[in-house]
């Protein structure tokens, strides 16, 4: 049976308060500039790209998300804008200049939670703050303060091991927050939740995001994540690994749960699928046919 | 069912099996000795004396073979003199748990033989000493020399191709060395311990800090942690409960190079004490001695375990947490199931349903 035709509006569609909170978001400054970024490995004469050319500009408390499809490389971009990784060409700018080497002023969450294991959550959230020089108490008090925005007050003196995943990140998020760093990157932070607790970590850094100044460049390959958080979405390709749209998301803020069936969501959410994917990767055509010629039941 | 399993494969069993077999794998050993030394025909292959009868070379309380004492008995009936009698009862080195048991109690009230000889707690107090002198000089240069080839491939590249070939010499090669350079007296013993512990030391720390997760440094460094920083504040602590059971495990190995060290030089410590009860045939006292050196070695660990759980209380056992001491499960004891305090059983309707339900 062929499906009906879903009518669906164009993505680049804007309403006029989505067009503009994008005008409002070009007057600000950029803060992270990533220019004919390249990235490649191996010896020999054997080079692998990872990706090649890519280039960014994300502006002051701008929520970027970069997905793709496996392989094209978009943790290696976060990794190379913290500083953990070398580029072997381009550069990176942040607030103008170029980064050498990790620093407090790119925050980052990774997928695994990366706590540290030894110091009590509230420990792990002043880590950051006594290494900028923060006195003893100070560092405390902010420390709290993080807490209460993500809502642990009552496990600052818990360890990290007797946390859920949930507010393990929730924790890393508060720590790397501590640091008021300029811009907070987010390497898949929720792909190791289930996928409830994702749905709900994905409204907490929303609420968490209004409240605080701070840009984030988020990297998933949650399509849906994607269109639920970021204002543009960077739409990345593999092999190469290149960026091949950058999307600006028509789906209004504040957002809910409820515009996952928005018109807007939906023909977000087609058009990455056929960047992503490609309009004839449809996966059944690719699987191999099997006969039940056995099975001697009657089968509608 | 997977409940009454007891070879359940790599499962846990219940706290009350495990303290079964605790107690069963001291109690297994214990009670074959007891058969071999209590009942008389197992083993048992010497009879003694207690009245040589006819034969003159019997005296009474001579432990004599099986098979000549009845050549003897039957050679005195057939000829109608006097028959000599005894029981049976095993060689001299293998004295029944009892005796070893008063030994216990009597080793360290016995009064040594000659009056400058140790008493017993004497001889252990020095042998305690040695071991904790040569593993503790061992340790203030071996851990900060493991933790620095663990952290920086540079001081690895440096070392340890001589310590992976140092490691490989005995310790017990290099006595008469250590006797020559430092004399006879403790020297040379510590030293010997030290010599024994210390390159396996820098290999085995090396290697627990090359395992901590670079995630946690990576980490860090987006924190704003400079290189000092990353070692003393990352590295180390997360390290440091590796390197503790690195020292427990080091520790039991110097217990072992205490025997050859303490022969070396004159003779001291625990070890004199059992060369000595041996040559007097006291062996009794020779397996009390040895018997000794395991429960201070097992307490010791025991007591170095508990302090762990004090000292690195991230470790600590929660609910359902299965990392437990390999000898000794009695210091986790596991949580019970707290409920949240308003927490009611939800009222079903049509009644609670029974198990069939």
Redesign the interface.
Known sequence: MQPAELKLPDYRAQSPGVAARFDRIRQRPVILRVRDLRKSFGSNGKTHVVFDGVNLDIRRREFVCVVGASGCGKSTLARIV???DDASGGEVLLDGRAVA????D???V?Q?Y?L????TVKRNVM??LL??GRAETAADAEAREWLEMVGLSKFEDA????LSGGMKQRVAIA??LA?NPRIL?MDEPFGALDALTRCKMQSYLLQIWRKVDVTILFITHDLEEAGYLADRIVVMGANPGRIIEVIENPVPRPRDATQFLSPEFLALKARLDELIHGPADSPEEKLPVIKLTEAGDEVE | MAHHDWLGLKRELPRKRQLLLAALSFIIPLTIWCAISYVPWIWHPLIRVTDPGSVDYFSTGLDIPKATFYKEEAKARSAGQAVPLGHLVNPVYLPAPHAVARAFYTAFTTPPRLQDEPWLHESLAHSIRTIFLGFIISSVFGVPVGILCGTYRFFAKLQEPFVEFFRYLPAPAFAALCVAVLGIQDAPKIALIFIGTFFQQILIIANSVRKVDPALVEAAQTLGASRLKLVSRVVIPASITDIYTDLRILLGWAWTYLIVAEVVGTMSGITLFINQQARYRNFDNVYAAIAMIGIIGLSCDMILAWLGTVLFPWKRKHRGAKRQHPLFPLFDKPKPLVLPPHYRPRPQPGGQLDATG
């Open positions: 913290a500083g953990l080497g990790p620093g407090p790119r925050g980052m990774f695994g990366t540290f294991p030894w110091l880590f950051g290494m900028l360890y990290p091991h007797e720590r790397a640091n990157l």
